[in-house]
């Protein structure tokens, strides 16, 4: 069985992977698209992985096209014995054994990086060998596996995100506590048009603002709806007026899915930048100019 971090039954979208798993056991990983460290073919973009996402089936093409496979981070049981409370090094000789009956093709192991300096693991993380890789997970070798996101024995140090300053272009309703405030927005970046320059949504963000920012962006969209298409808002955004907000996300890559030709992985709202005009705001060649 493969569940997702929100503990979602995700098996029937990784029948290759699930099919794969040659072990008995529970493994903490993340899914990946391409070719494994193990394999010697290079590993895809997120964007590739979000073919696979969310399917709740996949042809033999699609497996083809978009091969699936899992780097292993940690284990919580070799069999019916449960690892949790022994200390790092021991569980990652347990996942060491694990992996290495596992098909070379669907399962990897996430490498541990030796360094002898905080500047030594510094260059590490700003310079992976893979653009894949977001950073460094830093834990204690004495320390136990603890669920969720654990504070003190373990770190993650991701690399500095990447910004741009985007224009609110939609909006939509949130969920639970934010439901009576637009909180759900889509935003663009400037790109030469027929008739000239046009924002085109380049990414959707939920979260990064305080809830003092909040307020200010629902009363903005309340003040400057200019067409409704169901739940969703269309916000006014013209080179002398709209909503400029800086953007940060920790990456970026070509996709055929959407209109604007790239997708950004985990943008979020960093700053509102009642600053400046929506005609400061980016222009798409320099996300584009980003994509490494």
Same mark, same amino acid.
């Given at each position: 069985?493969?569940?997702? *971090?929100?503990?979602?039954?995700?098996?029937t979208a990784f029948p290759d992977v699930v099919d794969s798993a040659l072990f008995e056991g529970v493994i903490d990983g993340e899914l990946l698209?391409?070719?494994?460290?193990?394999?010697?073919?290079?590993?895809?973009?997120f964007s590739d992985l979000q073919q696979r996402l969310n399917c709740k089936s996949v042809s033999s093409r699609m497996m083809q096209d978009y091969?699936?496979?899992?780097?292993?981070?940690?284990?919580?049981?070799?069999?019916?014995?449960? =690892?949790?409370? $022994?200390?790092?090094? /021991?569980?990652?000789?347990?996942?060491?054994?694990?992996?290495?009956?596992?098909?070379?093709?669907?399962?990897?192991?996430?490498?541990?990086?030796?360094?002898?300096?905080?500047?030594?693991?510094?260059?590490? *993380?700003?310079?992976?060998?893979?653009?894949?890789?977001?950073?460094?997970?830093?834990?204690?070798?004495?320390?136990?596996?603890?669920?969720? *996101?654990?504070?003190?024995?373990? #770190?993650?140090?991701?690399?500095?995100?990447?910004?741009v300053d985007a224009v609110l272009m939609y909006a939509q309703r949130g969920h639970g506590k934010r439901s009576s405030y637009y909180s759900d927005?889509?935003?663009?970046?400037?790109?030469?048009?027929?008739?000239?320059?046009?924002?085109?949504?380049?990414?959707? /963000?939920? #979260? %990064? #603002?305080?809830?003092?920012?909040?307020?200010?962006?629902?009363?903005?969209?309340?003040?400057?709806?200019?067409?409704?298409?169901?739940?969703?808002? =269309?916000? *006014? =955004?013209?080179?002398?007026?709209?909503?400029?907000? $800086?953007?940060?996300?920790?990456?970026?890559?070509?996709?055929?899915?959407?209109?604007? %030709?790239?997708?950004?992985? #985990?943008?979020?709202?960093?700053?509102?930048?009642?600053?400046?005009?929506?005609?400061? /705001?980016?222009?798409? $060649?320099?996300?584009?100019?980003?994509?490494?």
């Open positions: 069985m493969l569940y997702s *971090r929100s503990g979602d039954d995700i098996s698209v391409g070719g494994t460290s193990r394999s010697g073919e290079p590993t895809r973009t091969p699936a496979f899992l780097r292993a981070y940690d284990v919580l049981f070799e069999g019916k014995e449960d =690892a949790r409370g $022994e200390v790092f090094l /021991a569980r990652r000789e347990r996942l060491t054994r694990l992996i290495d009956q596992a098909p070379e093709e669907r399962f990897d192991l996430s490498p541990i990086v030796p360094f002898s300096s905080w500047e030594e693991l510094e260059r590490h *993380r700003r310079n992976p060998p893979d653009p894949v890789i977001e950073g460094v997970m830093i834990k204690r070798l004495d320390s136990t596996y603890k669920a969720g *996101r654990v504070k003190g024995p373990w #770190f993650k140090w991701k690399r500095e995100p990447l910004n927005f889509t935003f663009g970046v400037w790109t030469a048009g027929e008739d000239g320059d046009t924002l085109v949504p380049v990414g959707k /963000a939920y #979260f %990064g #603002f305080t809830d003092t920012e909040l307020d200010v962006l629902d009363r903005y969209v309340r003040h400057n709806t200019v067409d409704r298409f169901g739940p969703v808002r =269309a916000l *006014r =955004a013209e080179p002398d007026h709209g909503f400029v907000v $800086e953007v940060a996300f920790e990456g970026i890559n070509r996709s055929t899915r959407h209109k604007s %030709g790239v997708a950004m992985r #985990f943008p979020r709202i960093a700053r509102l930048r009642t600053d400046k005009l929506p005609r400061d /705001a980016d222009r798409l $060649e320099t996300l584009v100019r980003l994509i490494g």
